[in-house]
């Protein structure tokens, strides 16, 4: 399953499907990015992050691909579990604005077993 | 288990209260940093703190008072809010204001009548 587009905050897939989660960032200038992953009553919590002079980065069951000709960051997670259920929302940062990180809207993952 | 904790988890306070969020990370950070998060909405930057002084006011009312009497302690207070503040109020740390990657608390869930 795929989230499209700015602003589709929900995404439901199959458990042990792969679901791809996008996001449109707005600085050209980010210098730095984060995947963070929130579940229900808890803060967000890190997942992958990916400097700007790359274009993948791979962690555990989880890829994020960087397009900074586009503009666009997304979250690949392989074989999707129920305990992925959460909302993702990804950070761009820019060394330029004292290092601050600007959030996106988030999208809501849910794995139907 | 993020190494940041949150008190209260939740709050219901009427507009003329005066109460306290109160945050403490165990990880050694030297920044710490107050978000207020609507549903619907991106994480919202309040106030960042870097070696317990305030560096950062990202433009909120001044019903909200933070302070920082040192680098694992970070409190909000709070004096004559509206229902418009009502939201889920998170504090983060991380190593220096200039490290990307930030710790989340649980949160504190705030209810104005």
């Not at chain 1, 730095?32 to 555990?60: A, C, H, L, T, V």
């Not at chain 2, 680098?71 to 809010?81: A, G, N, Q, V, Y």
Request: aromatic share 8%; with cysteine.
């Amino acid at each position: 399953g795929e989230s499209v587009g700015l602003h589709l905050p929900t995404l439901s897939v199959q458990e042990g499907d792969n679901s791809i989660i996008n996001c449109a960032y707005s600085n050209s200038a980010s210098d730095y990015f984060i995947w963070y992953k929130q579940e229900s009553g808890k803060g967000p919590q890190f997942i992958i992050d990916i400097r700007s002079n790359m274009d993948k980065r791979q962690g555990q069951r989880v890829t994020v691909l960087l397009n900074k000709t586009v503009k666009h960051l997304s979250l690949q997670i392989a074989a999707t579990q129920p305990g992925d259920s959460a909302v993702y929302f990804c950070a761009e940062i820019s060394n330029t604005n004292a290092g601050k990180s600007t959030f996106g809207d988030g999208t809501t993952l849910t794995v139907k077993p | 288990e993020t190494g940041v904790t949150q008190t209260p988890r939740h709050l219901v306070m009427g507009m003329t209260n005066k109460k306290s969020l109160k945050c403490e990370q165990h990880l050694g950070h030297n920044a710490m940093y107050w978000y207020k998060q609507s549903a619907k909405k991106p994480l919202e930057l309040m106030f960042v703190y870097s070696l317990e002084e305030r560096v950062e006011n990202n433009s909120v009312p001044s019903r909200f008072s933070p302070e920082c009497p040192n680098s694992s302690h970070l409190f909000l207070h709070l004096h004559t809010l509206q229902p418009e503040d009502s939201a889920l109020y998170l504090c983060a740390s991380s190593r220096g204001q200039g490290f990307n990657e930030q710790f989340f608390g649980p949160g504190t869930r705030l209810t104005v009548l």
